[in-house]
């Protein structure tokens, strides 16, 4: 199976850009999906996007302005970046190998994000 | 998108079945049978219990079940076991080819 893990600051200050990265292991990352998803305290997932592992983007609207997700076959990584942090953008940040676009198959545990004050 | 609409609690004792729905509209469950649902216990990775409405992935177990009707589909566990209490969340396709996923739903063993 699968195995991913998130890294990255934990802390971000207002207005700064947000950049975790996905560390695949287990399997090859030179196929499926690779998606990003999110979880505010207290509030429910969202779905911010994913990768395919040629590296066409497919991103939610409400986010699209903001994020960028990519890939790095050679290290068996991909990345988020999240411009323009806000408040808002509090949440734990999964990472996950979907075999689809809509399908997320093997997660990540998370990472927590906050803003700083 | 909005997101899917499940109820915020369920409960159940040991041995009981609960039902969690998950209600959309035809631009996402009710249109396409790519309804999944997770399980989520804290400081955990999210795990994949149901995909393709009533799908069950490798190692799942057959107390978990997923059915669909319009624009509701539903996750039900038979033999509630206390390793069971945990959030489920539903997800869904869109016509915007992008994912959404519910609310979320605590369900608690009594």
């Known amino acids: 199976q699968v195995q991913l893990q998130e890294s990255g600051p934990g802390l971000v200050k207002p207005s700064e850009t947000l950049s975790l990265t996905c560390t695949v292991s287990?399997?090859?990352?030179?196929?499926?999906?690779w998606t990003w998803m999110r979880q505010p305290p207290g509030k429910g997932l969202e779905w911010i996007g994913s990768?395919?592992?040629?590296?066409?983007?497919n991103y939610n609207p409400s986010l699209k302005s903001r994020v960028t997700i990519s890939v790095d076959t050679s290290k068996k990584q991909f990345s988020l970046k999240v411009r323009s942090m806000a408040a808002a953008d509090t949440a734990v940040y999964y990472c996950?190998?979907?075999?689809?676009?809509?399908?997320?198959?093997?997660w990540g545990r998370g990472t927590l994000v906050s803003i700083s004050p | 998108q909005s997101a899917l609409t499940q109820p915020a609690s369920v409960s159940g004792s040991p041995g009981q079945s609960i039902t969690i729905s998950c209600t959309g509209t035809s631009n996402d469950v009710g249109g396409y049978n790519y309804v999944s649902w997770y399980q989520l216990h804290p400081g955990k990775a999210p795990k994949l219990v149901i995909y393709d409405v009533s799908d069950r992935p490798s190692g799942i177990s057959n107390r978990f079940s997923g059915s669909k009707y319009g624009n509701t589909a539903s996750l039900t566990i038979s033999g509630l076991q206390a390793e069971d209490e945990a959030d489920y969340y539903c997800s869904s396709y869109t016509t915007t080819a992008t994912l959404v996923f519910g609310g979320g739903t605590k369900l608690t063993v009594l």
């Open positions: 996950a190998r979907a075999l689809t676009d809509w399908l997320p198959w093997d």
């Open positions: 287990g399997g090859s990352i030179s196929s499926d999906y």
């Open positions: 990768v395919y592992y040629s590296g066409s983007t």
